[in-house]
């Protein structure tokens, strides 16, 4: 395994910012109807020593909302991203499905006033309606599983993993959507087996993951250990938090109640093979991306590649 990053783009400025903090691996957010684009891309990267291994894809609302018949336009455009990547070189596609998305409330502080972001439910309109409507827990799986039969025997045709994120919080309840990934070990577990492929698998947010736990710090490595064993994971998002279910706050990975050594050397023992990443980052007035690169050139994004270098360095070290 080694160090990753994401949203980065291919300007020599960025890819520079990269190289010099150790990263030489990264998944984009890019327009897989445009294959000359993911070309162009993938060998600017290369170019200064990284790998453009993933890409992120929207999943259209038609496709988690089960609008028919747009719902089969969308996910015919998915198809055709799937043999794009291939023929870009690209080793997976990392998505989101969910009817909601992600929520948070206001933002908390830490260390030398760093902002971080958090979730309270006390402080969130979970009332408020979507226009999602109310979704249960077999509908959402049913509206997963109908995608995952349409996109997955694309994937294996054309040797393209398809990762999918977590939904963000993981609460049993949000705004009429009952979310796929709580309980988060039996949520996750149903979801990996809608269908029965080596390229269908996660985008294994420890942060998330821990969001939807009373305990994070014990309740969380099992997890990790089974669907790593089971090779179920195509990337990690390598993020630590504060507090657990219906309260949680993003931190420092150094700080939060996850040992966030004990998942890399659960990662390293099982044998995961890709990125760790940093997910998100704390901000703070004084670290400002310079203007016209992605926001992520900045001292918190370098602080997480050398913490999770130095991991990975541990990890592989307590074979010894």
């Known amino acids: 395994m080694y160090v990753g990053c994401q949203y980065f783009g291919t300007s020599k400025h960025e890819l520079q910012f990269m190289t010099r903090h150790g990263v030489t691996h990264m998944d984009t957010r ?45 996910l015919d455009a998915i198809c ?27 933002p908390r ?90 390229y269908h698998g996660f985008n294994f947010c420890c942060g998330v993951a821990a969001e939807g736990l009373d305990n994070p710090a014990e309740e969380l490595p099992p997890i990790v250990e089974y669907f790593s064993e089971k090779k179920k994971i195509f990337n990690v998002h390598f993020r630590n938090i504060r507090g657990g279910l219906n309260d949680f706050v993003e931190t420092w990975p150094d700080e939060g109640d996850v040992n966030m050594h004990q998942l890399a050397k659960i990662f390293h023992r099982t044998g995961y093979p890709y990125m760790l990443m940093p997910d998100h980052a704390p901000l703070h007035p004084d670290d400002v991306a310079p203007e016209g690169v992605s926001g992520r050139v900045r001292q918190g994004w370098a602080f997480q590649f050398g913490y999770i270098k130095a991991m990975i360095q541990s990890a592989a070290d307590s074979d010894s």
């Open 109 to 198: 502080y830490g260390r030398g006033g760093s902002q971080f972001s958090s979730f309270e439910s006390s402080k969130y309109n979970n009332d408020e309606p979507h226009k999602g409507g109310q979704v249960d827990r077999d509908e959402i799986f049913a509206r997963a599983s109908y995608f995952l039969e349409r996109v997955i025997p694309v994937a294996e045709a054309n040797k393209v993993q398809m990762a999918s994120h977590l939904p963000d919080p993981p609460v049993p309840v949000m705004r009429g959507e009952v979310r796929w990934n709580y309980p988060v070990y039996d949520g996750l577990k149903r979801f990996s087996e809608l269908v029965d492929s080596p």
């Open 30 to 74: 890019i327009d897989c109807d445009d294959l000359d684009l993911m070309l162009k891309l993938r060998d600017e990267a290369a170019a200064e020593g990284v790998e453009l291994e993933m890409a992120h894809i929207p999943i259209a609302e038609s496709i988690t909302l089960a609008e028919d018949p747009q719902r089969d336009k969308d």
């Open 80 to 106: 055709r991203w799937i043999e794009n990547a291939a023929k870009a070189g690209i080793r997976g596609l990392n998505y989101n499905f969910s009817v909601v998305g992600y929520q948070r409330t206001e």
